[in-house]
């Protein structure tokens, strides 16, 4: 990382910062769901993944345990090692540069780098390491500020952040429907996780959907 | 309790990381399978949605409608009308939080 071409830099920085930005809804998040600030803050520094933070905190704050939470968390995380994938060939980096690549793999990196190529090379390896620094940054700053700050709210409902959690995970998902196939999964995914509440142990009806998603990858290909 | 978030806690870490590394160490044809890409991208749509929905609509172990849902509602609103992040999220929470303390 010689000299950073600015455009590149434009890119990486509103990125990062947008974002990062949504740390304080993940930080708010886990206290609302039970978890304390330095719990809160762990998360966002060694899982370094919002989705999969997300789910831990949802499925274990609705009495999920620990395993359930876990594995949603992970199956979510899955993602991150297809981009490692696609990022190893362009980055070429071993040792410590790997490890230190492999944890900020994640979608605005990988975003980030892939839409730089008509730049070239360089540019995509800027893009990836500028993005996935910012995000950390900036992320693990706006968790702390929302669990803080969601500490010292107190009761959770009187300031609506138990409808905030949802709300979030709806914003990630809405972008994700882009086909009837995807509609349908999302709508029918629901329906099972609520139906199946009242029976399943805590936690069940949200990883057991994943059951879906495997049969809707399996139908789509007719 | 405690100790059930802290095993989440690291747990998730441990395992984030693993895919994370898996990643960039695994031959790139083990997981370009045409199947394998696009059950990847339906599994967060099928857990996401269920996590909209049991965290809108139930409580421990039974469904439950209450400002949460009202919440929700403004959320799916905000998005309809292609509002950013924050905005849906801020809406849901002054909507239930107003349901909340004004019912």
């Known amino acids: 990382m010689s000299r950073v071409s600015s455009p590149t830099f434009r890119d990486s920085l509103s990125v990062s910062l947008t974002v990062g930005a949504y740390g304080v809804a993940f930080g708010a998040a886990a206290v609302a769901n039970g978890f304390s600030v330095l719990q809160s803050c762990l998360l966002s520094l060694l899982t370094f993944s919002g989705a999969s933070q997300f789910a831990v905190v949802g499925v274990i704050g609705a009495g999920g345990s620990a395993i359930s939470g876990i594995a949603t968390a992970s199956l979510l995380g899955i993602r991150n090692g297809l981009y490692g994938v696609l990022m190893a060939p362009i980055l070429q980096v071993r040792g410590l540069k790997r490890l230190v690549a492999a944890h900020v793999t994640i979608d605005e990196s990988t975003g980030v780098s892939l839409s730089q190529e008509s730049r070239g090379l360089k540019a995509m390896r800027e893009g990836f390491w500028l993005t996935g620094f910012g995000v950390f940054l900036f992320w693990n700053l706006f968790t702390l500020a929302g669990a803080l700050g969601a500490k010292a709210m107190g009761d959770p409902s009187a300031w609506g952040l138990d409808a905030a959690v949802p709300a979030a995970f709806l914003g990630l998902v809405w972008p994700r429907l882009k086909n009837t196939t995807d509609k349908t999964l999302a709508i029918v995914a629901a329906i099972f996780a609520i139906a199946t509440t009242p029976f399943l142990p805590a936690g069940l009806p949200i990883i057991g959907t994943a059951l879906l998603a495997v049969i809707a990858g399996l139908w789509a290909k007719k | ?103």
Not at chain 2, 64 to 84: E, M, N, Q, S, W
């Open chain 2, 1 to 103: 309790m405690s100790n059930t978030l802290w095993i989440g806690v690291i747990g998730t870490s441990v395992i984030a990381f693993a895919l994370k590394f898996a990643g960039h160490s695994v031959p790139e044809k083990l997981l370009s399978h045409p199947l394998i890409k696009r059950i990847n991208l339906l599994i967060p749509i099928a857990l996401l949605s269920a996590l909209v929905a049991v965290q809108s609509v139930t409580a421990k172990s039974s469904i439950v409608f209450d400002h949460r849902l009202a919440g929700l509602g403004a959320a799916i609103l905000a998005l309809f009308f292609k509002a950013p992040f924050p905005i849906v999220v801020l809406s849901a929470a002054i909507t239930s939080a107003a349901v909340y303390n004004l019912f």
